[in-house]
């Protein structure tokens, strides 16, 4: 499932279709996209892990890429079935294995961006205040709650623990308060650095423990676990990270 920063890269690369007609639509979708047709695009954002392009008669898709989606912009992918394709004077982009919906709301009303990690108006004392009203819970499965850090997914919570020297494991209330700060603090930090990554390629480089056999601190083999709530893998350093 691509991260926060990848639909922000993603939302990056379409800014050139904007205020472009759409002149055909394609796919499999259910979701109503015959309504796109003849409209023009009036903007292209991301929050967290939903791409959103609006239009102008006040609709906006909602493209949500799953386990298992994917895009290709300028060309197709022969090999798959479009779940939406757009076609403008200029160009194309195509969506596969995707959640395709339609918003008739206006998604200022519908999304809070102070809780998207990579958005200019996000708010790490409201995260805070989230995370107070959640005091049992497991720090590897508050990462992963979308209100509170949306567009954080599994490889960022793994890094992110391992840089703050923290088990995943750990109840959020048994943090220090400069602990919690920090892990927040990095949280936003580290999802720039993961676009920056993402950007000039070298992403899997510069992972530290996510998917790696041995921890580069203690050079002792790296567990990994299906943790938590959100029962999603845990990939850490038993030695250096400290439960709490």
């Not at 979708?29 to 047709?37: F, L, P, Q, T, V």
């Not at 006040?58 to 298992?68: A, C, S, V």
């Not at 959640?134 to 919570?157: A, H, M, T, V, W």
């Not at 990554?197 to 790296?222: D, T, Y």
Request: glycine share 6%.
């Amino acid at each position: 499932m691509p991260e926060g920063p990848s639909i922000y890269l993603l939302s990056e690369e379409l800014q050139g279709f904007i205020g472009q007609e759409v002149l055909n639509v394609r796919g499999n979708s259910k979701a109503g996209i015959n309504r796109i047709e003849n409209t023009v695009i009036s903007g292209i954002r991301s929050w967290g892990k939903h791409l959103l392009i609006s239009l102008n008669n006040g609709i906006t898709i909602r493209i949500h890429f799953m386990l298992f989606g994917r895009h290709a912009i300028n060309e197709r992918k022969p090999e798959r079935i479009e779940r939406l394709g757009i076609d403008t004077p200029t160009g194309e982009f195509n969506f596969y294995a995707c959640s395709v919906k339609i918003l008739e709301e206006d998604i200022n009303s519908l999304y809070d961006w102070s809780s998207d990690v990579m958005n200019d108006r996000w708010d790490p004392e409201a995260a805070k205040k989230k995370i107070s009203e959640r005091p049992d819970e497991l720090i590897c499965d508050i990462l992963l709650y979308q209100d509170i850090f949306s567009g954080i997914g599994n490889i960022i919570k793994n890094e992110v623990l391992f840089r703050q020297k923290v088990h995943p494991q750990s109840v959020v209330s048994h943090l220090p308060a400069k602990i919690l700060n920090s892990i927040i603090k990095d949280a936003r930090e580290y999802s720039f650095l993961f676009l920056e990554w993402r950007r000039e390629f070298v992403l899997k480089k510069n992972l530290q423990v996510h998917n790696k056999k041995l921890c580069p601190r203690c050079n002792l083999p790296i567990p990994k676990k299906i943790m938590g709530k959100t029962k999603r893998k845990a990939h850490f350093c038993s030695n250096c990270q400290i439960l709490y």
